[in-house]
């Protein structure tokens, strides 16, 4: 289900916009995740999607040079319901700070608006990036320390 939606959906939909979008110059926004290259245990299938999703556009940018513009979104933990009632509160991810999703929705609007092709929000998830970049080897212990955390604190 979830590679349904993530993968399939936006190539799917890609597809059938295309003749549209590249007769207007339009722009795809892609709705990304840190969950791409953070890999935050429990969410093997979720991250892979998007790992998936992310290598499609990156291509597809290149593929389409400057026909169609590309802004490759990465969000953090965004306050929706379905975060609040499938992550937050069963304990995988409690400790991530929420980012509000009027928040988030101003920054893609902006991002999009400047013509960016990346926009991490918030970004403070840029240092993680840098983190996981520079020292994944350490990352891997958080993210170790972090399930062990969560298990306890679901049980």
């Known amino acids: 289900m979830v590679l349904d939606v993530n993968l399939w959906g936006s190539i799917y939909a890609t597809h059938f916009a295309l003749p549209y979008l590249t007769k207007r110059k339009g722009r795809i926004i892609v709705i990304g995740s840190t969950g791409g290259w953070f890999n935050m245990p429990g969410m093997s299938v979720y991250n892979a999607s998007k790992v998936a999703q992310q290598s499609f556009f990156e291509t597809l940018r290149i593929e389409l040079a400057s026909n169609i513009r590309i802004t490759m979104v990465t969000l953090g933990m965004v306050a929706t319901p379905l ?8 304990g995988k991810l409690w400790w991530i700070p929420r980012y ?3 928040g988030c929705a101003k920054a893609i609007v902006n991002s ?3 013509g960016d092709e990346y926009l991490t929000a918030p970004t403070w998830m840029q240092s ?8 994944p080897e350490i990352m891997n212990i958080v993210k170790q320390v972090i399930l062990i955390t969560s298990r306890k604190r679901s049980s």
């Open 128 to 135: 993680v990036f840098l983190g996981v970049m520079l020292l």
């Open 112 to 114: 999009a608006r400047r």
């Open 83 to 90: 975060a609040k009632d499938e992550v937050l509160d069963k």
């Open 100 to 102: 509000s999703v009027e």
